[in-house]
């Protein structure tokens, strides 16, 4: 067994101590790289694990054989897929289609969402139909995607739209139903009536919670993506999953799986964006105050301390 990976394991869980003890931005930048190398290791361990030697009929020894790639062995693999293009060409028709689709969800859920909300009649007729469709998984609707639209981009659009809408409407709903009452007198003390109202309060009050059904829904879109690209168009990352598995390139079929992972994270980097805009920033506590708030909390537990250090050393 190789020793290097249980040494790194070891030493990535060491830097994860000491990380633990640093403050800001060391440990934002620390923690998440020794995960990683511990991930790293475990997926090595395990592959080497899983490996056999092959053996000919006289017991002479042939060739190591890999069920699960490693991981240098999957960065050989997706190598040409880099190198040509292929794994570009197949990342820009991934997130082309779940920015179309999701941008035609929140088109549309956004605003129904916010009318439902607001609107105790338009609820009561809209809400019962959304539960009713909102448990159906979108990947039941690929047959009728393809019946639709054909194998071609808008089957996979038309996919992402639905998986998308129903968590953007049903965040929305709630977000304006569960707005503080308080909120709504106060500014209907000041003449603020209709469109208004409900620019300059309901909707920026309502805002946190829809940014995080965005997010959300944003990571089922992705997901959707790849189930969707496997059958319902002749391209992008779910489609090259399938491809690599028919031909058997089983690092390939890992490595596209990481180059997924790593596009979700920056999809939802970017969609965390959102939360810096001023319309909604009210609603999220920035990092500036949170560390303000330890200081204080800090602080207070200090002072509390400092009478009893004070006894100790008067009795001594």
């Known amino acids: 067994m190789n020793p290097v990976p249980f040494v790194t394991a070891l030493a990535a869980v060491a830097l994860i101590l000491v990380a633990r003890r640093l403050r800001d931005p060391a440990p934002k930048i620390l923690l998440p790289l020794a995960t990683a190398v511990i991930f790293v290791c475990g997926w090595q361990i395990a592959a080497d694990a899983a490996r056999y030697e092959l053996r000919d009929k006289d017991g ?95 089957a996979a659009i038309f996919l992402i739209a639905l998986a998308s809408f129903f968590p953007i409407v049903t965040g929305t709903m709630t977000a304006v139903r569960t707005i503080p ?14 469109f208004e109202l409900f620019r300059r309060v309901v909707l920026p009050a309502s805002m946190p919670q829809i940014i995080t059904s965005l997010r959300f829904a ?27 598995r028919n031909a058997n390139y089983y690092d390939r079929v890992v490595g596209a799986m990481i180059t997924i992972g790593i596009i979700g994270i920056l999809l939802d980097l970017g969609m965390r964006r959102l939360e810096t805009l001023d319309e909604v920033r009210w609603g999220f506590p920035k990092v500036q105050g949170e560390a303000a708030a330890e200081r204080v909390r800090t602080a207070l537990v200090r002072k509390a301390a400092t009478p009893a250090r004070e006894r100790a050393e008067v009795r001594s």
């Open 60 to 154: 002479a020894f042939v060739r190591m054989v890999e069920i699960f790639p490693t991981p240098w062995s999957t960065l050989v693999g997706m190598w040409i897929p880099i190198t040509d293009g292929t794994l570009l060409r197949y990342t820009v028709a991934s997130v082309f289609r779940v920015a179309a689709g999701f941008a035609l969800a929140a088109g549309i859920a956004i605003p129904l969402g916010l009318w439902a909300g607001w609107n105790l009649r338009g609820f009561q007729a809209l809400n019962p139909l959304v539960q009713a469709l909102r448990p159906i998984s979108p990947i039941a609707w690929i047959p009728v995607a393809i019946l639709w639209f054909g194998v071609k981009d808008s």
């Open 181 to 194: 009452v308080v909120y709504v007198r106060s500014a209907q003390n000041f003449g603020l009536e209709g």
């Open 218 to 244: 944003l990571g089922i879109a992705w997901m959707v993506i790849v189930a969707a690209e496997m059958i319902a168009v002749d391209s992008g990352l779910g489609y090259l999953v399938m491809d690599a």
